[in-house]
């Protein structure tokens, strides 16, 4: 069963609380990936895992960091989270090459307060 | 860098008329895959169509889109929308050479009676 889970689905954080989002995938599929989507801008790129341990910035990853210590699993973590981190984030993997989709999760829907 | 542009925000359209969705990308590499992914509300966005031939249509689920390298296009259509089409579709591109999916903004369909 191929499938990407998210946890949680929902999270209120305040201003200045650590955020732990985690996300899991049964394909054993090297690269995962978390975006955020945000109205009007889309799903923008976080952070890429190639695989454990080894990660790469992706174009707004400034106020994140991730953390791969197994292949199928990939946290987002959020220190002294930010109002303006409020949005939904989603995890992804692909397998092999740039002809691949990409397998989504249901995502988590974050607010700071 | 690569990217990619969805100029309509939203779409509105009347059930049985067609449906055309904008996408243009600008990348250097000239074997990148374009994609169209859809995502329905509280579900996981999932793929609907994928090429990097040139002048190829490739058609799924009643939807269809041709990639025109020459003007860096791969527009979405169908020919007779439906109720259930009513959704949010991302345009999105993989260059060759990369382990990224890059997304446009979105474009939202909503299909009324």
């Known amino acids: 069963d191929m499938k990407v889970t998210q946890m949680p689905r929902y999270l209120i954080k305040r201003m200045g609380e650590n955020v732990l989002l985690e996300c899991g995938q049964d394909?054993?599929?090297?690269?995962m990936y978390w975006y955020r989507q945000d109205p009007g801008l889309g799903l923008q790129l976080i952070y890429i895992s190639y695989d454990v341990d080894s990660n790469s910035e992706g174009d707004i990853p400034k106020g994140y960091r991730v953390s791969r210590k197994k292949r199928e699993h990939f946290s987002l973590i959020l220190d002294s989270a930010k109002t303006n981190q409020t949005s939904v984030y989603f995890c992804?993997?692909?397998?092999?090459?740039?002809?691949?989709?990409?397998?989504f999760g249901s995502g988590t829907r974050l607010t700071v307060l | 860098g690569d990217s990619v542009t969805q100029t309509e925000g939203l779409v509105t359209l009347t059930e049985g008329l067609p449906v055309m969705l904008n996408c243009t990308y600008q990348t250097i590499y000239s074997n990148a895959f374009l994609f169209w992914y859809v995502h329905y509300l509280n579900e996981s966005p999932w793929l609907l169509l994928r090429s990097s031939t040139d002048n190829k249509r490739t058609e799924h689920q009643g939807f269809h889109a041709t990639l025109h390298k020459s003007s860096s296009s791969f527009h979405l259509q169908k020919s007779s929308a439906q109720l259930s089409d009513s959704a949010l579709y991302y345009c999105a591109l993989s260059p060759n050479s990369g382990t990224y999916q890059r997304f446009g903004t979105g474009t939202k369909l909503q299909v009324v009676p």
């Open positions: 992804a993997s692909r397998r092999g090459t740039n002809a691949e989709t990409l397998y």
């Open positions: 394909m054993s599929h090297e690269t």
